[in-house]
C-alpha cells in the first residue's frame, strides 16, 4: 500500500434497468423474495460486449445504487432495528461507501442491446455498470 | 431509462491489496490456479464497517482492476489467441468498460482495519472497493 496510489476512479454507466419496481419500500429485498422479470437495456457503445451472451446464460449483474446512501458504516439487518446494528461489510445493505449491487440473474431473451432477466430486485433507472458469466459457482477472477 | 439519469459516479479506494503477486503475467487467472495468501488492508475511515467481519468468514472482494485497458469490447478467452474472440460480458477478462473484479476469498485472520485472506490472485497494490458476505451461494443483493 503506497500513498502514490489513486484514491478514486470514474465508474460509467453502461446502461440501465427497466424494471416494474420503483418503490424502495415496497421492492424485494433479494432476488429469491418476489422478483419480477426486468430488462437490461446498455448503451449503444457497448453492444460489442455483449455480442456472445445468450438465453441461458447465468450472469453476475452489476449495478450502482444510486440511491443509497454512502455514509453509513453500520446498518440494523435487513433494516430491523429489533437486531443489531453490524458493519456494513459483512450485511448486504445498499448503504455503503461504494454503493454496489451483485444480482445473480438468467438471462431468457436477447434483443439487440437490450437483455431480458428472471428474477431482479434492482430498482428502475438503476446504473448498470458490469456483466460477468458466473464460473463454477464461484465468482473469482482477473 | 431517461436521458436525465447521470451517466458516470467515484468509485472511492477503500483499501488496497497487499500481496506477494506483482506482476500480471505470472499471477494465477483464477484464485483455484494457485493463488496466494494475501492482505486486504482498509483505510482507517472505513474501520467501523469492518467490526463484523471474523475468520471463517467467506465474502466477495470487489476490486478497482486498476491497471486493465477499459477500451476493449472483445477478447480472446484467457488472452488464449487460438480461442475465437468473445463479447467481454460474456468473459471473466479484466479489461473491460468498469475494470471490477469480483473474488470469492475466506477471512482467515482479522487484526484491526487488515484482513488476511486464503486464495487471492488480485495483484499487489489493487485497490479494494467493496466487500460483502455471501448469501446461500448466491450473489443477489439490495
Given at each position: ?58 450472469v453476475i449483474l452489476i ?39 451483485l444480482h445473480r ?26 456483466l460477468k458469466?458466473i464460473?463454477?459457482?464461484?465468482i473469482?477472477?482477473?
Amino acid at each position: 500500500m503506497t500513498k502514490t496510489n489513486r484514491k478514486s476512479f470514474e465508474v460509467k454507466a453502461i446502461g440501465w434497468v427497466e424494471s416494474s419496481l420503483t418503490d424502495l419500500e415496497s421492492a424485494p429485498r433479494q432476488a429469491d423474495e418476489g422478483a419480477p422479470e426486468a430488462w437490461l437495456v446498455f448503451q449503444p457503445e457497448v453492444l460489442e460486449g455483449l455480442r456472445s451472451i445468450r438465453p441461458g446464460d447465468q450472469v453476475i449483474l452489476i449495478t450502482w445504487l444510486d440511491r443509497a446512501r454512502r455514509d453509513m458504516l453500520s446498518v440494523h439487518p435487513r433494516g430491523d432495528t429489533s437486531r443489531p446494528e453490524e458493519g456494513v461489510f459483512s450485511t448486504r445493505s445498499s448503504h455503503r461507501p461504494n454503493p454496489i449491487g451483485l444480482h445473480r440473474v438468467e438471462i431468457i431473451g436477447v434483443e439487440g442491446r437490450r437483455l431480458r432477466v428472471r428474477h431482479l430486485e434492482a430498482l428502475d433507472k438503476t446504473p448498470i455498470i458490469d456483466l460477468k458469466p458466473i464460473l463454477n459457482e464461484d465468482i473469482s477472477q482477473r
